[in-house]
């Protein structure tokens, strides 16, 4: 179930997800300043393609405060505000909820993306 769900996940909105995050590290790149920014962006970019049986942990400290600060200033809203938009669209039909929440769960990593780790879900 979690395949197919990641394959609908792509064809209705997940590639373009998937693209705000890559092009977001390609311009955090540019720096030298940026480089850890844009590192983060791709490994987190990968939560935007195929969501569907990964599960986020948030943990951090003062480091990733400061630095999910600058994030929120830079990138972060832009890219949180087009997922919780999409999020919405998604989640007026009844088929699209499972997709919406997708969407918000991404929202919420765009917000503060350092000090959080993306894992499997572990099932019982």
Do not use: H
Request: aromatic fraction near 16%; glycine fraction near 14%.
């Amino acid at each position: 179930m979690r395949i197919l769900g990641n394959i609908i996940w792509i064809v209705f909105g997940g590639f373009f997800s998937w693209l705000g995050w890559v092009f977001a590290g390609c311009l955090w790149c540019i720096t030298i300043i940026g480089i850890p920014v844009g590192l983060q962006c791709f490994k987190l970019s990968s939560i935007s393609l195929n969501p569907f049986g990964k599960e986020v942990i948030y943990e951090g400290g003062a480091g990733s405060f400061l630095l999910n600060v600058l994030w929120f200033i830079f990138s972060g809203c832009e890219l949180a505000l087009g997922n919780a938009i999409l999020g919405v669209l998604l989640c007026i039909t009844i088929i699209g909820i499972p997709f919406g929440m997708q969407f918000f769960k991404i929202a919420k990593v765009a917000l503060c993306p350092f000090g959080t780790l993306v894992d499997r879900e572990k099932y019982i």
